[in-house]
């Protein structure tokens, strides 16, 4: 990991950032804001270390921090496109310096100065940084006032195990408007316990099911919300193993399927890759209260936990994100608006 | 665009100019240019050397090239060829407008003619780099049609990783054969199966490919006949369908119907050559269409040399390339 010791790594305190960080990576359930958040964390000492070298090393820095990164723990997206955004924002510094007729900052100035020195630029893509930090702050928050244009009195709503975003969204209609919520338990970590706990508080009636039943019950389930890991370039969406059975019940019943995540999420690269299902967890969480673990036959058997399931567009509805609620078919416009497409492969 | 012509000499000068236009056009092609670059080609050449002195004179001389070349234009270049065409013109347009000195304007002209060619020279590349990401190694695709786009990243593909592709025979001209060739000399597997065979085959193929010749403003294709019917068919397979295709065949065309594409003169003949031991009665009746239209709903990503696209953004890179 350490093998390619660049210039920037050398700093203690870098160093320290990145192997911490790394190893949140590694761990199960991870926060994605957390992640985020170190992320941001990390990027902010690299460039302030990095600036006086010039805008292109700090570039080059921030792009081999992405790699870093997703060679750490190659499916997290989050960490890459915190550094994307990064990207983004000294590209467009880039493109001001290069040609100064772009530069619009500072439009009445009686004298304006063409190059901006390392100092300037330093403090523009700090800023830049904050204000991603400050988007992080009001992502639950701008999720969870939608709600109450999706939840209506009375509804029967369906959720798959535990997410924060879905947690906030039906904390906030719960304050004004009487619900049931039907959770199905996510028999890999039984986190829909964890959710039916969070909102035994609230103003809901809870029914808490096994994974199986969600077909059965489905019939009776007015919309269905659930949360994300990443939402892919196309509009598709990763989720937890369990949430496509989900999404094809809510399909074949034509009850819509809502996705709530924040845009930390939104990655511009497609699910074309099989390597991106492919990740598996500790088969000791399926064959946990298994009797005959132990037993010489059981042993030639293979057993299989994939983490992850893909949903595609066509069985989502709506995408509610901190941005407001759109469509998956809208993807690619934010995409633009975030990314730039030469940073989808660091 | 004649009614402007009055006497004969006019007349014999629009005509030899229109045949120097199309030699240079099929001269461009005998180089193995695609159509686009082509007429791209011979328009910055039509402005090099024109002795017009007026942005209006040169913009009558390049109307009056264009419709030489699509003459000549086989029907299935027809779509991408007034597409890029179109762009050309939008750009000298714009380029009059911005520059005051027609001199100046025509330096630009030029440089932009020049500039545009070689970016739809190296489409191709981008589209192979960007489109082999999607082909996996041990995947099975379906192909129809004859496109040199999608050749170009079987073969780029086919570089790291192992995959089997099923080729349509492609009648009635059977293009499918020599497609299958070029496959062949770049180390793919190949098989060929007859174009009603794509139903029977649909359930072991993990992802059709094709190219187009034109995409419509909503994200839907214009491509060889039978391309419609693959797609319908893949998409009650759920298979996803991917067209590889550049960017300046996207056209701010918006077909309706089938029968609203450009029909080729022989639609109503006979194609060749029928199987050989068939004999049938002239009163029968031939429909033989060369494009069909596959609408967006059928098609999962497009790749293109702007990046991969859905189809719902087509429109949008439409507009900004129309600009």
Redesign the interface.
């Known amino acids: 990991m350490n093998h390619s010791t660049e210039n920037w790594l050398i700093g203690k305190e870098t160093r320290r950032a990145l192997n911490y960080l790394q190893k949140e990576l590694r761990e199960e359930p991870f926060s994605g804001l957390r992640i985020a958040k170190e992320t941001l964390r990390l990027l902010r000492i690299v460039v302030s270390s990095v600036a006086p070298s010039g805008l292109d090393k700090v570039e080059d820095a921030v792009r081999q921090l992405g790699r870093e990164l997703t060679r750490g723990y190659p499916r997290c997206f989050i960490a890459e496109n915190m550094a994307r955004r990064v990207l983004k924002v000294i590209h467009e510094e880039l493109q001001i310096a290069n040609n100064p007729r772009l530069d619009t900052s500072d439009l009445g100035s009686p004298c304006r100065n063409p190059v901006k020195n390392a100092k300037t630029v330093k403090n523009i893509v700090m800023e830049s940084i904050s204000e991603i930090e400050d988007e992080l702050d009001a992502v639950l928050p701008n999720i969870a006032e939608q709600s109450l244009e999706h939840i209506h009195s009375n509804e029967v709503l369906l959720t798959f195990g535990h997410s924060q975003s879905v947690e906030e969204f039906l904390k906030s209609a719960a304050e004004k408007r009487h619900f049931e919520i039907i959770i199905a338990e996510c028999e890999l970590d039984y986190s829909g316990h964890r959710l039916a706990k969070n909102l035994s508080e609230e103003n809901v009636d809870i029914t808490l099911i096994s994974d199986a039943a969600v077909v059965a019950l489905m019939s009776r389930v007015h919309k269905v919300i659930i949360g994300a890991e990443a939402i892919m370039?196309?509009?598709s969406v990763l989720a937890a193993s369990g949430t496509f059975m989900v999404a094809a019940a809510a399909r074949h019943y034509a009850v819509p399927l809502v996705i709530c995540a924040g845009l930390h999420k939104l990655t511009p690269l497609?699910p074309?890759?099989?390597d991106i299902l492919y990740d598996v967890l500790s088969p000791s969480q399926v064959i946990e209260n298994c009797k005959v673990w132990n037993e010489s036959w059981f042993r030639q058997l293979e057993v299989s936990c994939p983490r992850l399931d893909l949903i595609q567009s066509q069985y989502i509805r709506l995408l509610v994100t901190n941005s407001g609620g759109f469509s998956p078919?809208?993807?690619?416009?934010i995409l633009n608006e975030f990314y730039d497409?030469i940073d989808t492969f660091l | 665009m004649n009614g402007a012509l009055q006497n004969s000499h006019e007349q014999e000068l629009y005509s030899t100019f229109q045949k120097n236009v199309i030699e240079l056009f099929e001269h461009h092609l005998a180089t193995g240019s695609a159509y686009a670059p082509a007429a791209t080609s011979v328009l910055t050449e039509v402005i090099k050397s024109s002795e017009e002195e007026t942005v209006m004179g040169l913009e009558v001389q390049l109307k009056q090239a264009t419709d030489a070349i699509l003459k000549v234009a086989p029907i299935a270049a027809f779509v991408s060829l007034k597409a890029s065409t179109e762009l050309f013109l939008r750009f000298v347009i714009r380029t009059s407008l911005e520059s005051s000195d027609f001199e100046e304007c025509k330096r630009r002209l030029i440089k932009r003619g020049e500039y545009f060619r070689g970016l739809t020279e190296a489409s191709r590349d981008k589209i192979a780099e960007v489109g082999e990401r999607f082909i996996q190694d041990g995947s099975v695709i379906l192909t129809h049609g004859n496109s040199r786009v999608v050749a170009a990243v079987f073969e780029r593909a086919a570089k790291t990783k192992r995959f089997r592709v099923y080729v349509t025979e492609g009648r009635p001209d059977g293009s499918g054969y020599s497609f299958a060739e070029r496959l062949l000399s770049a180390g793919v597997s190949v098989t060929i199966i007859l174009d009603s065979c794509v139903g029977f085959i649909m359930d072991q193929v993990d992802l059709v490919l094709v190219g187009a010749e034109g995409v419509a403003e909503n994200g839907g294709i214009i491509n060889r006949v039978g391309s419609l019917q693959v797609a319908i068919v893949a998409s009650s397979y759920n298979k996803p369908v991917f067209v590889a295709v550049e960017s300046y065949k996207f056209s701010r065309i918006y077909p309706l119907r089938q029968h609203d594409l450009p029909l080729p003169s022989k639609y109503r003949e006979p194609w060749y050559p029928l199987l050989p031991e068939v004999k049938i009665s002239k009163d029968v009746q031939f429909e033989n269409p060369a494009s069909d239209f596959t609408p967006p709903s059928l098609i999962s990503l497009l790749f293109t040399d702007l990046g991969v696209l859905t189809p719902a953004a087509v429109s949008d890179e439409l507009i900004r390339l129309y600009q």
């Open positions: 370039a196309d509009g497609f074309h890759h099989p078919s809208y993807v690619y416009r497409e």
